[in-house]
């Protein structure tokens, strides 16, 4: 006999544990707020990732794959590499985040530092941003975005700390939101690079790509 099917997927689960650390942070994320959150009872959810470690382990092999993937996804909707590269710097965030929510996710990081395995997939998660990021800079180099000299390993480099310690900047004086400092350090960092050609193009969605943006793609 067929068991009863699930009432809510994993990956919603996931998503509504993602929203309540931030609302929570590590000290108050327990179990039975998440269950509450999804209408379940904490013994589903024991019974589906065996502890709250074992959820967050979860969550964050799930963020490494999304990370993997962001590059594509970001790609398909831009017309340019650095457009693309643009929307996975303020996609990593919700556009609403608030600084309480950052601060509780950074301690959830903090968290994740003094466990091997947990910071394992954290830093997976980060190589594979810095695979999407390289993958979208050597593209502009390529399509002419970018000088041709450029470092592209140097300069992933610099892309992540410039866009991680303006979150950091941010959760302190609170300017802004975190998506347009992200976005305000990407741009500082790249200025440098950009040829002049592509210094006046516009960021145009997908949809509305010509003939010559299908033809770079299709190479």
């Not at 180099?141 to 140097?154: F, I, K, M, N, Y």
């Amino acid at each position: 006999m067929a068991g009863r099917p699930r009432s809510m997927d994993d990956a919603a689960i996931l998503d509504a544990a993602a929203r309540v650390m931030g609302r929570t942070g590590p000290a108050r994320f327990t179990l039975a707020v998440l269950a509450a959150e999804v209408g379940l009872v904490p013994a589903t959810l024991v019974q589906r990732f065996g502890s709250k470690r074992g959820l967050l382990l979860a969550l964050s092999a799930r963020t490494v794959g999304q990370a993997d993937t962001a590059a594509d996804q970001a790609r398909e909707r831009h017309a340019s590499p650095l457009a693309a590269l643009g929307a996975l710097v303020a996609d990593v965030w919700a556009a609403g985040t608030t600084p309480e929510e950052y601060a509780n996710h950074l301690a959830f990081l903090c968290a994740d530092l003094t466990d091997d395995e947990a910071r394992a997939r954290a830093l997976a998660a980060h190589r594979a941003q810095d695979r999407a990021t390289a993958a979208l800079l050597a593209e502009a180099v390529t399509t002419g975005e970018l000088r041709g000299d450029t470092d592209v390993t140097a300069l992933t480099a610099t892309v992540q700390s410039a866009v991680t310690g303006a979150g950091l900047l941010w959760s302190l004086d609170h300017r802004a939101t975190l998506t347009v400092r992200r976005r305000e350090a990407l741009d500082a960092v790249l200025a440098p690079y950009r040829t002049a050609s592509d210094r006046g193009a516009s960021d145009r969605p997908a949809s509305d790509r010509g003939t010559s943006d299908r033809g770079v793609r299709e190479r």
